[in-house]
């Protein structure tokens, strides 16, 4: 491995989070770390891009004194940003974790951490998102680190198929209680009864989401099921959404008959 490949990392937890500088120093055996991070918490953001205001890139310097970037966007802000701009040179892989929390099922259509993969797929450049799958307050992010620098060096001597991202998830475990890794199929996880509806103080009512835990269908194959039984969930997740099942009974529907008055 030549020290020659670039990887750009970010994340939607924050420039500060302990998972992003976990992660950028385990690349850093890899290749050439660039940073550019959301300068706040920016968690289930999805793949939103700011149009609307001004973006600014801020030099800021991680813990061990590593340069980085932090910017006023959302993730999928952050690749761009680092592709046309930050970083001046090639890149070749881009990493975006490690999340505090799971990115399994359904989450995948909130998640910052993997449209930020994403938005790297879209541009060419192979991606990988990296979750620990735990919402416990003292998360180790050590066997994420480790598995993500080796995952990284894997992708760099192999090919992924077009419009191909990576999602990684790994159980909040030490490495010796890891039972395994699985690729793995994205599976279903919903959050059901989602809404705390309340009033405040002049009567008028609110509303929290997200607060119950989320109800995962544990098919075997399925991202859920992998992390349910303490693997580590590797499911390569592609950019076409289309529903292929159905499109020939939508065809069937006669749609194409429709003419405007
Ligand atoms: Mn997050």
């Not at 340069?67 to 975006?96: E, Q």
């Not at 951490?113 to 990988?128: N, Y």
Request: hydrophobic share 40%; with cysteine; charged share 20%.
């Amino acid at each position: 491995m030549t020290n020659k490949t670039n990887i750009l990392v970010t994340n939607d937890d924050g420039i500060h989070a302990e998972g992003l500088f976990a992660l950028a120093k385990a690349l850093a055996k890899v290749g050439n770390i660039h940073i550019v991070a959301p300068d706040r918490a920016r968690s289930a953001c999805g793949h939103s891009i700011t149009l609307h205001k001004p973006l600014r890139l801020n030099k800021v310097r991680l813990p061990d004194g590593t340069h980085a970037f932090s910017t006023n966007g959302t993730p999928s802000d952050c690749v761009t940003l680092g592709v046309f701009d930050a970083v001046k040179t090639k890149i070749d892989l881009v990493v975006s974790g490690i999340n505090w929390g799971p990115n399994l099922g359904w989450d995948l259509t909130y998640s910052g951490t993997v449209s930020a993969a994403m938005e790297a797929t879209i541009m060419g450049i192979p991606a990988i998102a990296v979750s620990v799958a735990s919402y416990e307050e003292d998360v180790s992010y050590d066997v994420a680190a480790e598995f993500s620098a080796y995952l990284a060096g894997v992708l760099l001597s192999h090919q992924l198929p077009p419009d191909t991202l990576l999602n990684v998830n790994v159980p909040n475990l030490p490495a010796d209680q890891i039972s395994g890794i699985e690729v793995t199929t994205q599976g279903r996880r919903r959050y059901s009864g989602k809404i705390d509806k309340r009033l405040d103080p002049m009567g008028r009512a609110y509303y929290w989401l997200g607060g119950d835990s989320a109800i995962d269908e544990l098919e075997e194959g399925t991202d859920v099921k992998a992390v349910a039984d303490d693997k580590i969930s590797v499911t390569p997740v592609h950019l076409d959404l289309t529903g292929y099942p159905a499109l020939d009974e939508l065809r069937s529907w006669g749609i194409a008959g429709f003419k405007a008055e």
